[in-house]
């Protein structure tokens, strides 16, 4: 289906990951015969996929039609966005377009992972304008929650299409400029045939706020404590950062920064000439021996997650940084849905130690969102004012209030896709015409392996369900030579175990004397008798159903 013919004159639209879900962006676009990827990202697991740290989309479709991939452009430097390319880049090959600042968060990766004298990385300006295949391509200023973000305009045969990328309207980003709005109007002034957004706060009313707001909130906010002060937020908020450290300086005090990941993105701050004019950052090992009222610490680790800094300053066991009585850690971000449980893990351990604990919750103004809220998108499509919108980067409810609410803009047509979705862009029959399979892909001990194979399923189900092997000595025509062995692990304990595991024996020996003489000679009819009886037993008595090895010893 990815083989359009390069006489067709419609212009495609496919996203492989992102849509129905947040998290994972790739999207293709699709004219004459020629595709072009948008954004290649991860997602980070959650309780729901134990023992699994990443999640990579699926490109299978357009690997096997590799030789008419273009090329790669991404839209911004989150891991949501670029993430997974050190993992499917080889899969691909081709090209990558992307802004200075996303170049130097890409190279890190690319180093790490022994690619960067492989990829052909071709830097192009914020607001330039260049050619991929057969798409005129333009990137537009806008503001988000990273330096350098760009919506996508692409200028093809079929017409002009908007790809929005993450945004906010912010008019005080302070790290880069201002959303280009004359660029934005301009492209409306001409036609859009399509918009394809962000959806990510369909459901925020009003107006997202600016980083000016939270930087006067925290200045004001940290002349309230004498003691360490302890900021978390995304790494990759540049800005955050530095409203954090002109904050810590109104109130005399010195900024460190603690964790391997705000490092990274301090220095490719740094090499692109942001967080300039600042004094610099104290390093974590120097951060312990300032007096308590002298000094900011911002955080890794403001989604839980177990190695970060914060949550080993909140276990104990961070080697330089300690919080306690006194002191006060402010979340200066959101809670990614499914990280609820994490994040609040770390907090009860901090206020275990009597760490004061402040949030958007009960203080709303130490963090804004770097997503449009319901205004935001209203302005964009008066600006935009394309004949489709689809809605991105959003689950199956933003996404459907995100069409609702294009649809009241005015706009005459809206599809809301699902990953794998491929959907035409044409003007009066914009529609989804066929479906190809997608699904997750996640990294195994160095190995990439789908998220359905069989080792993650059995994996997740022995987390819930324990396991069980047992062993049974045959002769040749199926008499046992030995009482059957059954083991449990994870399933019960101490006497209660043994009782189980000689009920289970008993269970296995009568449903070994009720096969036939033929099933009793067939090694996979006697695994799968035991397997039935060990679970119906383990099932009746404790409600579990373990994942059941059995082995077969024929003597
Ligand atoms: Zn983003």
Redesign the pocket.
């Known amino acids: 289906m990815l083989a359009i013919d390069e006489r067709d004159d419609d212009l495609y639209f496919l996203p492989l990951g992102g849509s129905d879900e947040i998290g994972m962006n790739v999207n293709l676009y699709g004219y004459a015969g020629r595709w072009l990827m948008v954004d290649l990202g991860i997602t980070f697991a959650d309780d729901s996929t134990p023992g699994l740290d990443i999640i990579l989309p699926d490109i299978e479709p357009i690997v096997k039609h590799r030789d008419r991939l273009e090329g790669l452009l991404l839209t911004?430097g989150?891991e949501?966005?670029i993430g997974a390319v050190p993992y499917l880049w080889p899969k691909l090959r081709c090209p990558i377009w992307c802004t200075p600042f996303t170049a130097s968060l890409l190279r890190r990766k690319l180093d790490d992972a022994g690619l960067l004298g492989e990829v052909d990385l071709r830097e192009v300006p914020v607001g330039a304008n260049f050619v991929i295949g057969p798409f005129e391509v333009e990137l537009v200023r806008q503001t988000?929650?990273?330096p350098e973000?760009s919506a996508v305009v692409l200028r093809c045969g079929a017409g002009t299409v908007v790809h929005t990328g993450?945004w906010k309207f912010d008019p005080t980003p302070f790290v880069g400029e201002a959303t280009d709005f004359d660029a934005l109007r301009a492209v409306g002034d001409e036609g859009v045939l399509a918009l394809i957004g962000d959806s990510t706060n369909v459901f925020e009313p009003g107006s997202t706020g600016s980083e000016a707001e939270v930087r006067m909130a925290l200045t004001e906010l940290f002349d309230q404590y004498n003691g360490r002060i302890a900021v978390t937020s995304f790494a990759s908020n540049v800005a955050r950062m530095e409203s954090v450290a002109l904050a810590a300086a109104a109130n005399d005090r010195q900024t460190a920064l603690v964790g391997r990941s705000l490092w990274r993105m301090h220095d490719a701050a740094k090499e692109n000439g942001y967080l300039a004019g600042l004094p610099p950052f104290v390093s974590e090992a120097d951060a312990g021996f300032f007096p308590e009222d002298k000094i900011v610490l911002i955080c890794t680790g403001s989604q839980g997650e177990p190695r970060a800094a914060l949550s080993r300053i909140a276990d104990g066991t961070h080697p330089h940084i300690t919080l306690g009585e006194g002191d006060v850690c402010i979340y200066s971000s959101r809670q990614i849905p499914g990280n609820e449980r994490a994040i609040g893990r770390v907090q009860n351990k901090l206020a275990g130690r009597n760490v004061e604990i402040l949030t958007t919750e009960d203080h709303p103004g130490v963090h804004v969102s770097?997503h449009p809220a319901r205004d935001d998108l209203a302005r964009m499509y008066q600006l935009i004012r394309p004949r489709i919108a689809i809605p991105v980067h959003g689950d199956a409810r933003h996404l459907r209030e995100h069409a609702r609410l294009a649809r009241a803009c005015q706009v005459p047509e809206a599809v809301v896709p699902a990953n794998g979705s491929l959907i035409r862009l044409r003007a009066g029959a914009a529609a989804v015409i066929d479906h190809v399979d997608t699904g997750g892909l996640t990294m195994d001990g160095g190995r990439l392996v789908p998220l359905a194979s069989e080792a993650i399923q059995a994996r997740r189900h022995m987390l819930y369900n324990g396991a069980a092997s047992v062993t049974l000595v045959l002769d040749k025509v199926g008499k046992l030579r030995a009482e059957p062995l059954v083991s449990f692990q994870g399933v019960t304990d101490g006497a209660d175990g043994e009782d189980l595991e000689l009920d289970a024996a008993d269970a296995v020996r009568e449903a070994l004397r009720g096969l036939s003489v033929a099933n009793r000679r067939d090694d996979e009819a006697v695994r799968e008798a035991a397997r039935r009886m060990v679970r119906r037993v383990v099932r009746a008595e404790h409600g579990k159903r373990p994942v059941t090895d059995v082995h077969v010893v024929r003597v």
Do not use: R, V, Y
């Open positions: 911004h989150h949501d966005h988000h929650s990273i973000p993450d770097g």
